[in-house]
């Protein structure tokens, strides 16, 4: 099978002038440290430590000549995972190698300097490439004297024997044009040819960031900690159940009684699978980030970086934030709950009775939002549910690269850069939510 970085059949033949394809070459170590330290101190890489310890640890290694870097020797070696970790429940490494080579594609994006010399970590390797490239990519002018060079002699007239031509202008003028013709006509088909090739390389060396990276670019880009807001509840009485299993406990435990304090602060446990989704992604990922209740996040502690909002009916930051939004959640005077489409308010989504038993439900219904808050001026991601079976769906699809995929295939081209909000659902089975499914979105 014939590799990607191959050109088209049409487009086989070598060029006439070898410089105009980068070649791969084994420069000295020094110019690659050199052109590192570069890459490294750019701002595309400040903000990535991960990122940076991976590629000065690949280069290093393959400098002193190491081709066989494994994912679990950079685990164990770059992040201090241990020796028997599984790599498949962490894709640490996997993870920072792609964003590795998007941070070196937008480097060389820019301006890279003129070392001529580009580090680049190809598609399902570890191990760093040295492509030296022309530092002065030669002129049309240049390709032109390299075609009139191969174009047959003819005898000078001035030279003494040869009898000079006395044809009119007109006569000796057309078949210089014809020649210029030819000329630039081979100088657009070099130019096609190499640009061809550049399009096919860079497509295989330089691959578009995952849709799920995509989702979570504007978090990930702020150098600011990520603040991840998640609702509680205060019931007044809370009974705890006895854990055969494994608790000596003879019986249940209220509340308000035998000691315990009334109407403390409990976290429910599908928001909390949905928080530790998202911190696992957050930590995966190099960032830092800090867990606030909702009832201790301030207005000011949101105008500070990135939030992430757990939670809807027991998160008011959840509420006010969705509630200009065309899917926001409602309640009405008997604690009854469910989503409003701004589009069809007739319609209650999800509409819950206060009487609804959960062990009843069938599915749930839930959001997810990222979006330029106007108020805060900050990236805002939302995972919330009418329940907290809703809500752990919520944090699921916001996390899971299948999902992430599935939205953007049904997104505008550019949805990566709008705002944008999810209608999730999840079928409810033995007690348990399953997939999360796409019922609507909007871009704005």
């Known amino acids: 099978m014939k590799s990607l970085a191959e050109p088209p059949s049409s487009i086989v033949q070598e060029p006439l002038l070898d410089t105009v394809t980068p070649q791969q070459t084994k420069p000295d170590a020094s110019v690659v440290r050199e052109e590192l330290e570069r890459v490294l101190s750019s701002h595309h890489f400040q903000t990535s430590k991960r990122c940076q310890s991976f590629l000065r640890y690949a280069v290093e290694e393959t400098l002193s000549g190491r081709q066989d870097l494994k994912e679990r020797s950079i685990g164990i070696e770059v992040f201090e995972r241990n020796p028997t970790y599984d790599t498949n429940l962490d894709p640490v490494v996997r993870m920072t190698a792609g964003e590795v080579r998007k941070r070196l594609a937008l480097y060389y994006q820019g301006v890279a300097g003129d070392s001529g010399l580009r580090i680049e970590l190809p598609v399902g390797s570890y191990v760093p490439r040295f492509q030296v490239t022309p530092v002065s990519p030669l002129l049309p002018d240049a390709i032109v004297d390299q075609v009139l060079s191969v174009a047959p002699e003819v005898a000078d007239p001035g030279i003494e024997g040869v009898e000079k031509a006395t044809e009119p202008l007109a006569q000796t003028t057309q078949p210089q044009r014809r020649l210029g013709a030819v000329a630039w006509a081979a100088v657009l088909l070099l130019l096609l040819v190499g640009l061809g090739r550049w399009a096919v390389l860079h497509r295989v060396a330089h691959p578009p960031p995952a849709p799920i990276d995509q989702f979570w670019e504007p978090v990930l880009a702020s150098t600011n900690p990520v603040l991840i807001s998640i609702g509680q509840i205060r019931p007044k009485y809370a009974q705890v159940e006895p854990n055969h299993l494994r608790s000596s406990i003879a019986g249940p435990m209220v509340l308000g009684k035998e000691g315990y304090p009334r109407e403390i602060a409990v976290t429910v446990l599908g928001d909390s699978i949905a928080m530790t989704n998202i911190a696992a992604l957050l930590k995966t990922?190099?960032?830092?980030?800090?867990?606030?209740?909702e009832s201790t996040t301030s207005f000011a502690d949101l105008q500070q970086g990135p939030s992430v909002l757990i939670g809807a009916f027991n998160n008011d930051w959840t509420?006010?934030?969705?509630?200009?939004?065309?899917?926001?959640f409602d309640v009405d005077s008997k604690g009854g709950t469910w989503i409003t489409n701004r589009e069809h308010p007739e319609t209650k989504i999800g509409d819950l009775s206060h009487l609804t038993q959960f062990s009843d439900m069938k599915e749930d219904y839930g959001v997810v939002v990222r979006m330029l808050d106007p108020r805060t001026?900050?990236?805002?991601v939302i995972a919330a549910g009418l329940t907290p079976y809703g809500t752990q769906s919520a944090g699921e699809f916001a996390t899971d690269p299948a999902s992430i995929a599935e939205l953007?295939?049904?997104?505008?081209?550019?949805?990566?850069?709008?705002?944008?909000e999810i209608l999730i659902k999840t079928d409810l089975i033995d007690g348990e939510a399953g997939p999360p499914q796409i019922v609507a979105s909007t871009f704005w």
Do not use: C, E, Y
């Not at 990922?285 to 209740?293: E, L, S, Y």
């Not at 509420?319 to 926001?328: K, S």
């Not at 953007?408 to 944008?420: F, Y």
């Open 408 to 420: 953007s295939r049904r997104a505008p081209s550019d949805w990566s850069h709008k705002n944008l």
């Open 285 to 293: 990922h190099g960032r830092q980030f800090k867990i606030h209740a």
């Open 319 to 328: 509420i006010m934030f969705t509630n200009p939004l065309r899917f926001h």
């Open 377 to 380: 001026k900050q990236i805002v």
